[in-house]
């Protein structure tokens, strides 16, 4: 079979302060950051984990966390150097690094251009102080700003603003501000995702009065016309772009390709020449992954074939775009005929739209999305 192609993931867990609603594997830094060490076991890992490319280049590289622009400029040069030593890459390989919009990390980004990094995502969440103190960011509006334009002057011509929307307390108006400055400053792309209470948080616990579902429907739904006047296209769920400025290695995780995940808590995903998928996981807590050495494994699990629809197709569908019915074969050890009768119950719903080439989710797919998925569980 043709193996899909292959990203990196590398997760970098220290933040400055733990978020209320973050449910990612991070962890408020207690004194100084051990980034030589960190690097180091860093590569170790993906020494370990290099035979699964299989003789593919990586396509995309994206370094997340925790705040990885805690990281300094020469130890991710170190990094990226040694990603680039122990694998191909891929002439336009997209290099994406997650950064906050404090002062030190915005000075910070022409040295990390220089290091190899050609796509930053930015973290700003809100331009409103009291919407900010809510979520425990630590910084403020014009910060963003100044990361924004900072982004641009260091050359980054591929970079992304993170925002939230039915934030506590939020009413449209606010939500549209917020949106109204981002589009502002001229992302090539944009995350605009709805603020979810997550299992595990602070807010889970101590769950703040979130907007109500007609709030939440108008925000998205001003939103969309807003972004779509400013030449933004959705292209997935939460994510919009400027034509041409879509983030590749999202877009790769959501068409089920292959991923190697290095760091704590870091997640692969790995299609063997058997057609056989495997799940990884690697050790969580950053001491305990410091510790392990050249093993970080915490779990190598084969994804069961009567799982492989439904994960296949809860990554697929959040894309906009048209997906070849090929594909499902070409990604899972499943035929089409497989899945012939839940695809059947959905275009019968009217939740999506087929030919003999392709399928595409309706707009009344997208709204009963989750409808859709149950019909591939495993009985």
Wanted: charged residues 25%; negative net charge; contains cysteine.
């Amino acid at each position: 079979m043709t193996l899909p192609p292959l990203s990196l993931y590398i997760h970098i867990p220290w933040c400055e302060q733990k978020c209320p609603y973050c449910d990612f594997n991070s962890h408020a830094r207690k004194g100084v950051i051990p980034e030589a060490q960190y690097i180091d076991a860093l590569l170790a890992d993906l020494d370990r984990d290099c035979h699964w490319a299989q003789g593919r280049p990586l396509t995309s590289l994206f370094i997340g966390g925790g705040t990885p622009s805690l990281i300094s400029p020469a130890e991710i040069a170190r990094l990226l150097d040694g990603v680039a030593k122990r694998l191909p890459l891929v002439a336009d390989c997209e290099i994406t690094m997650e950064a906050n919009p404090g002062t030190l990390e915005a000075d910070r980004f022409r040295p990390y251009r220089d290091a190899g990094v050609n796509r930053l995502s930015v973290g700003v969440q809100s331009f409103q102080q009291d919407k900010l103190r809510i979520l425990g960011r630590i910084h403020g509006a014009e910060e963003a700003r100044r990361a924004a334009k900072e982004a641009c002057k260091a050359g980054f011509e591929r970079f992304n603003l993170d925002l939230m929307h039915t934030l506590p307390g939020q009413s449209v108006s606010d939500a549209l501000y917020d949106l109204e400055q981002a589009i502002e400053l001229a992302p090539p792309h944009l995350s605009w995702y709805q603020l979810t209470i997550e299992p595990n948080t602070q807010f889970a616990s101590q769950p703040p009065t979130l907007p109500d579902d007609d709030i939440q429907w108008a925000i998205f739904e001003q939103g969309k016309a807003r972004l779509e006047a400013a030449g933004y296209r959705q292209y997935e769920i939460s994510a919009w772009a400027k034509p041409g400025y879509q983030c590749q290695h999202n877009l790769n995780y959501w068409r089920f390709g292959d991923y190697l995940g290095i760091g704590c808590g870091a997640h692969g995903k790995i299609t063997l020449a058997d057609g056989q998928l495997l799940r990884t996981t690697k050790v969580k807590h950053p001491r305990g992954y410091l510790e392990a050495g050249r093993d970080p494994m915490a779990t190598q699990l084969p994804v069961a074939l009567e799982d492989q629809a439904l994960e296949y197709y809860m990554n697929r569908l959040r894309l906009m775009e048209p997906m070849p019915l090929a594909e499902l074969a070409e990604r899972t050890q499943l035929s089409h005929a497989q899945v012939a009768k839940p695809l059947a119950w959905a275009e019968q719903r009217k939740l999506i739209r087929r030919d003999d080439q392709q399928m595409q989710l309706t707009e009344q797919g997208h709204r009963y999305l989750n409808e859709l998925l149950a019909q591939f569980l495993p009985d």
